[in-house]
């Protein structure tokens, strides 16, 4: 039996794109369909690095459902965990990409069943001190997949496994933001390192200045915070170095996905015991390569596309104190 490295847990959904690029989806006719969510994102990502991946969460018992899991199971993610839910749809993503600015985006149908993990979702084997549970942490805003969530947290540091967070900050699923902070520095309590874009990282550390946040971060026992920041390159945050990697020249196609394929590169980089400044740059240029194509999912790269433009460019991550 195959051996799980990672498991991702977290927002699972079909995108759908509009094929024109700077079109507003109130003039947009025609689209192209997509696996999406930062959980399947991450899994398919990490697949196609050659891991062997398991997705924790939910679809509807519908015909998106279906698609999901024929697209996942294509790409060599284990679904054991991806249950059906009985009562909630699929969730839906509309998308207009607006490059090289983020993208206009409308989530279609909430509560969905993403929404609905349960703790009974989550029986996992305990992972192992060599394997990792990454967690979209959109799934705090519910509270039956709060519970999955801190529960699958808890289980695993008390395990020995790595937890890795992408703090997919999501405003629209949260009716207060003092709520949304509470319940994230709970999760962060039990994790080891945190992803990040800018609002993210402002968003949880409480501070526009990215130094200060990540301290913020770090006083609640992460061991390091990665900062993503697109065009501006990259920071990774520990208590005793900061580390900072340019970014990687490409023509920017889609923002959307872009974390999620940098948050695969960077499980992997973890799982090889690479130093920070190689796992930083070779997350780095996994996000680029996803920028530059249309999807999310479908953009993520192979081993052989992100070495091949780390060759290319030679940009490496640099001590910064």
Not at 7 to 17: A, C, I, K, S
Not at 27 to 55: E, Q
Not at 193 to 200: K, S
Not at 253 to 271: E, I, W
């Amino acid at each position: 039996m195959t051996q799980i490295k990672v498991y991702t847990m977290g927002r699972v959904l079909v995108d759908l794109y509009a094929n024109q690029s700077g079109v507003p989806l109130d003039k947009t006719d025609m689209f192209h369909k997509y696996v999406g969510g930062s959980a399947a994102n991450t899994a398919i990502g990490l697949g196609r690095l050659g891991i062997n991946v398991g997705l924790i969460s939910r679809v509807g018992n519908d015909i998106f459902g279906k698609y999901i899991k024929d697209r996942l199971t294509s790409e060599g993610v284990d679904i054991k965990l991806l249950r059906t839910d009985p009562d909630y749809p699929t969730a839906l993503v509309f998308a207009a990409p607006f490059p090289p600015n983020d993208s206009e985006v409308l989530h279609y149908g909430y509560p969905n069943a993403h929404s609905q993990i349960n703790v009974e979702d989550v029986k996992f084997d305990p992972l192992e001190s060599e394997r990792i549970l990454v967690v979209a942490a959109t799934s705090l805003s519910t509270p039956s997949s709060r519970e999955a969530t801190l529960w699958a947290l808890k289980e695993n540091r008390n395990h020995g496994g790595c937890n890795v967070i992408d703090v997919d900050w999501r405003p629209v699923f949260w009716q207060k933001e003092t709520d949304a902070q509470k319940y994230y520095d709970a999760a962060l309590e039990f994790t080891d390192v945190v992803l990040a874009n800018e609002p993210e990282l402002e968003f949880a550390g409480r501070s526009t200045d990215p130094e200060q946040a990540a301290n913020r971060i770090l006083s609640l026992g992460v061991s390091e915070v990665v900062a993503k920041r697109g065009g501006k390159g990259c920071f990774h945050f520990t208590r005793e170095n900061i580390c900072k990697v340019d970014p990687y020249p490409v023509s920017v196609v889609n923002t959307l996905g872009a974390g999620d394929g940098f948050g695969a590169a960077y499980v992997y980089a973890l799982l090889q015991k690479w130093p920070v400044e190689h796992r930083i740059s070779f997350a780095s240029a996994a996000g680029a390569i996803v920028v530059s194509r249309h999807s999310c999912s479908e953009a993520m790269p192979s081993l052989e596309e992100i070495e091949a433009l780390i060759h290319t460019n030679r940009i490496v991550g640099t001590f910064t104190n």
